[in-house]
């Protein structure tokens, strides 16, 4: 999770919500990293999940995660929590619950819906604190 958080408060340069990610392999190697990147880069898909998901992807040489771990700041949304059921992800570790738009438990809980063909384990709560305080910074900022 540090390495999320650093990507994290990565974003803020580039005035982007401050949601870092990285992927962990099977032996616990790190495979991908990434933060948003849609005001940046001007890419809806830009969210720190699936950049960090591409890179992982290329690292292996496949689009299956099998055995992998996604490391995030802030649940995922509804296309992140896709893109890791399509990738086959393992496990997702998250920091902060998004009470607006999460769909790994909070909103919906589409990485555990029964009739998936895969499915993925939750570890919520991981350092919940301090990413949610990166959050109420910006947020607070752009209000």
Known sequence: MDVALDEARAALATDDVPVGAVVLGPDGTLLGRG???????ADPTGHAEVVAMRQAAAALGTWRLDGCTLVVTLEPCLMCAGALLQARVARLV?????????ACGSQWDVVRDR??????EVV??????ESAAL?????????
């Not at 009739?115 to 993925?120: K, N």
């Open 124 to 129: 919520p709560g991981v350092r919940a604190a």
């Open 135 to 143: 959050l109420r910074g910006f947020f607070h900022r752009h209000r």
């Open 35 to 41: 933060r948003n990147v849609r005001e940046e880069a």
């Open 94 to 102: 998250l920091g902060a619950w998004d009470e607006k738009a999460g």
């Open 115 to 120: 009739r998936s063909p895969h499915r993925v």
